[in-house]
């Protein structure tokens, strides 16, 4: 298993991975952080990675760069590692990375998606324990009512990833019902 810390802008995203036979495969994206905080976060959660960072083949790192600036980028979802999964949180993340760009879905469009109407808190959870954000974009589910909800990054960040992406909204924390999926 190896990491590679890559510079977006002014700040830094982690990235882990392994070949899975030859083909590169992401383990978890850890949003924005100082590069010695996701280093040792890194370390913590993954013992046993190779110390050494090593860059991902194929240009995936500059695709996950461009989806943190908003831009329109195509990260096919065969580069991540789904296997870790349960399968209801494969069938809610795999639903979200069909949010298109500009767009947000509920927790509650996604659980009656999953067949599950009244699992909202179920989506929430697993959207919570997303290993891919950017790429799967958690960050385009919001409260029914347009409210932003939570996100690892924070909502500040949650806010500035919408933004980025054409989201428009009717007050600083609430996403325009024009912009719901």
Request: glycine content about 10%; some cysteine; proline content about 6%.
């Amino acid at each position: 298993m190896f990491y590679q810390i890559v510079r977006a802008g002014r700040e830094e995203i982690g990235l882990v991975w392994k070949y899975a036979g030859k083909k590169p495969k992401i383990e978890y994206i850890y949003l924005p952080d100082s590069k010695v905080k996701l280093k040792e976060r890194i370390i913590k959660d993954c013992p046993e990675i190779n110390k050494i960072s090593q860059g991902i083949p194929g240009g995936i790192d500059d695709r996950i760069i461009k989806l943190y600036f908003g831009k329109e980028e195509n990260v096919d979802i065969s580069f991540l590692n789904l296997s870790g999964l349960t399968d209801f949180s494969a069938k809610v993340l795999k639903l979200a990375y069909k949010i298109p760009r500009g767009k947000v879905d509920t927790y509650s469009g996604l659980a009656a998606a999953v067949g599950s109407p009244h699992a909202a808190r179920a989506v929430g959870t697993a959207l919570a324990d997303n290993p891919y954000p950017l790429v799967i974009p958690c960050h385009r589910v919001v409260r029914v009512d347009g409210a932003l909800g939570g996100f690892g990054g924070g909502v500040k960040m949650k806010r500035e990833l919408l933004s980025k992406e054409g989201v428009t909204f009717d007050s600083p924390d609430r996403v325009s019902a024009k912009c719901i999926w």
